[in-house]
């Protein structure tokens, strides 16, 4: 594993965009973890952000991954069912690193391949785990796939044929070590079957599974620790709930905690962020949609929920959350180390967000994107890439002095 600093952190703050955003307080929990790390990085309000295109020419790219083995290589997910790979020598290849297409149902405008991740042993297993809208009904699968002979794998189903959107499907090893996936709440609208709020199903969660042994009738096992495994009825596969359509999360790699971005519906887009260990949180939805209550039917008697750290407001400055990373590479690190950056598929904000000296949070829009960011990815040192959709290119990012260009 690369050499990464450590810091016990857990970055939570809320974010300050070209438009006002809305920020919540932190939990006694969060708080207890809220010191800030010794760092050189600049205050956001000398920061910008820079992007340098590195390729193009995919076809609707979803995820990215990078390999811990040494080759500098990204694997690029494209909706259709193809991974293709990206050296920073060689620039894309032709030939894609494997194709599920004749597997995944990639009707609609968010169904398709959505997740890729490699686990610590990937140079050695030549696995990696893939999720996807499966064929014929559309049902979120989390599958292994060998790339010695092109095995795939179907680990876990769950069934999403009534509605085409929101199935999430971002996947991270923790960690831990376990296998994190997220699945939207079901699509449509509103969650007209309270699946947010409900542990009876796998739907507007996010799972932790282990993917390196089979239990029972499983072709997985579930860990002891997670927080619902002791709760009659409850999936023992989640790990927090309340979330509609969690498209992309990430592990920061320095201090272990959780950054989600979940998408809203019609009034506030979300980012949540969770210390290291901290399952069972119930994020609101669809109770709450973000900060603000959005159907009291859907509200649980008693029901403690974990605020966001930052939302804005939907169809007024934005559309769909893209949630990003935390900044733990060397290029930049005098400028950005311990940033977290995040974006949203239309208004392609760059959203900077880290803890002030002393308490309090610095937050900053620190530029912009390339139009239609879908995802983020960072290698195995810790630098940043993005892709976006239709304009199919991948993205380097970077930073610079917010003076530098005057």
Known sequence: MSPRRLTG?????????LVPLTAHGLTPQEEAAAAPPGTAAVPLDELTVTTEQVASGLERPTAIAAPDDGTGRLFI??????????????????????????????????RGLLGIALPPDFAESQELYLAYTALPDGAVTLARYTLDDGGLEPLLS??????????????????????????GDGGGAGDQNNNGQSLDTLLGKILRIDVS?????????????NPFVDTEGARPEIWSYGLRNPWRFSFDAADGSLW???VGQGTEEE?????????????????REGSVEFDPEHCPDGAEFTEPVFTYQTSAEGCAVIGGYVYRGEEFAD???GTYVASDYCSSTAFALRPAEGGGYEQAAIGTFETQVTAFGETAEGELYYVNDLPGGLHRVGFAPADAGE
């Open 271 to 287: 980012i949540d962020h969770l210390s290291p260990n901290a399952g069972g949180a119930n994020f609101g939805w669809s109770c």
């Open 335 to 337: 400028l950005a180390e």
């Open 213 to 225: 042994a089979a239990c029972g009738d499983l072709a997985y096992c579930v860990p002891e620790d």
């Open 158 to 183: 769950q069934e999403h044929a009534e509605n085409s959107n929101h199935n999430g499907g971002q996947l991270a090893f923790g960690p831990d070590g376990y296998l994190y996936l997220g699945i």
């Open 260 to 262: 989600i971005g979940d």
């Open 9 to 17: 952190l857990l970055l939570a703050t809320a974010v300050a965009g």
């Open 77 to 110: 997910t494209e909706k259709p069912g193809r991974v293709r790979v990206y050296d920073p020598d060689s620039g894309l290849a032709d030939e894609p690193l494997l194709d599920i297409t004749d597997a995944v149902d990639s009707s609609g405008n968010e």
